[in-house]
């Protein structure tokens, strides 16, 4: 099969290098090899997660930690706040753990902001929130620091953000914003395959968490802290993503944060140009645009299915057609994970190409 290259928010592309560090023989998981490769990936996650906590391995894709959050957290009600797909989601799976449940709903789009989560935290009634940093389906980067400031004012309630698409392309320091959980996946940033969760968690979450009876195993962070402390995981590891990850971390270190950081800034830039330059509009508002992805409102009403099949055809790469209602109306771009300025040009004059065969 032909390689189809991949600008799609998830999964994004895999380098070459990387699937060459998978490829390491296979050890067993509770043995010393694996706790020696547990114990040496560690201090870089903390580094880019920006704690001193544990940070855990969940095999798994992202949604498992995030049900296991509120599995875990959520005693008496649960405010999710709701602006996308996946964060609407986040509202259904809070029913069927059988937790109290109410959205903040937003309209598809829109940030979720500070002063309406506080609003509803003000009523007493809620004892967990949970929000999405970046909303995949829509291209929102809604305002973490903001948000996790509200911690400082309701002590009591948990904090819960998934920085799935966000994390490692701009700054999200758990220690720093005094959150309660932060979970990403493997297949976003990191540039690795799917099945991969990595989460970290504060010591008020792990005292909650005590309280609950009812939390499960899989996805128990109890379960979590015990084994972390002997480098192992609960339940059997993706050891071959884990050496994928190793070598991700190594590459992040050796690039710096603050440059991986400006990086997907100016690449994320490059294809804003390209919106701007084709008359067409951002689905997100100005100030809360995502710098993974770009999610492009299709104001030109162009075929949206036509010009991927163009993409694909004469260029060997795909871009997604919208999420959701949003299909056809939207279509979304990711500049996320080894994306350099050399493959974001070349994937620009890919879409120069195919939307001038539309006309």
């Known amino acids: 099969m032909s390689h189809v290259k991949l600008y799609i928010p998830g999964p994004v592309e895999v380098s070459p290098d990387t699937y060459a560090a998978m490829a390491q023989p296979m050890i067993g998981h509770r043995g010393k090899g ?10 870089m996650l903390q580094s880019v997660f920006g704690t001193t906590r544990q940070v855990f391995l969940s095999t798994s894709s992202a949604w498992g930690v995030m049900e296991g959050a509120i599995r875990n957290l959520v005693r008496k009600k649960v405010l999710n706040c709701c602006n996308g797909a996946f964060s609407d989601k986040w509202l259904d799976v809070s029913k069927r753990c059988g937790k109290e449940a109410e959205a903040y709903q937003v309209e598809w ?15 007493g009634a809620f004892d967990a929130v949970t929000f999405i940093h970046n909303e995949t389906s829509t291209g929102v980067l ?17 904090f819960i953000t998934d ?6 392309t701009v700054p999200v320091n758990f220690d720093e914003l005094g959150l ?16 991969l969760a990595l989460f970290t968690a504060s010591e008020a979450a792990m005292e909650r968490a005590s309280t609950i009876g009812d939390r499960g195993y899989y996805f128990d962070f109890l379960e979590f802290r015990a084994n972390g402390e002997k480098n192992m995981t609960p339940s059997t590891p993706c050891i071959s993503l884990i050496y994928g990850l190793r070598h991700q971390l190594q590459k992040m270190k050796t690039e710096g944060l603050e440059n991986r950081y400006a990086r997907h800034a100016r690449l994320n830039g490059m294809v ?22 770009t999610c492009v409102a299709n104001n030109k009403n162009i075929d949206v299915a036509a010009f991927i099949a163009n993409l694909k055809k004469d260029h060997s790469l795909i871009i997604d057609g919208g999420y959701g209602k949003l299909k056809g109306k939207t279509f979304r771009i990711s500049n996320m994970g080894d994306e350099s ?15 001038a065969k539309l006309n």
């Open 142 to 158: 809604s305002p973490i620091a903001e948000i996790a400031a509200l911690k400082k004012k309701y002590p009591d309630v948990m």
């Open 109 to 123: 789009g829109q940030p979720v902001l500070p002063e309406e989560i506080d609003k509803r935290l003000a009523t």
């Open 34 to 43: 694996f706790q020696d490769l547990y114990a040496e990936i560690q201090p």
């Open 272 to 293: 804003h140009e390209w919106v701007k330059k084709h008359g067409f509009e951002f689905f997100a508002p100005e100030g809360y645009r995502s710098k993974s992805l």
């Open 163 to 168: 920085s799935v698409s966000g994390f490692t």
């Open 341 to 355: 300025d050399e493959s974001i040009t070349n994937l620009i004059a890919a879409l120069d190409d195919a939307l």
């Open 180 to 195: 309660d959980v932060l979970l990403t996946g493997s297949q976003k940033a990191f540039a690795l395959p799917p099945g």
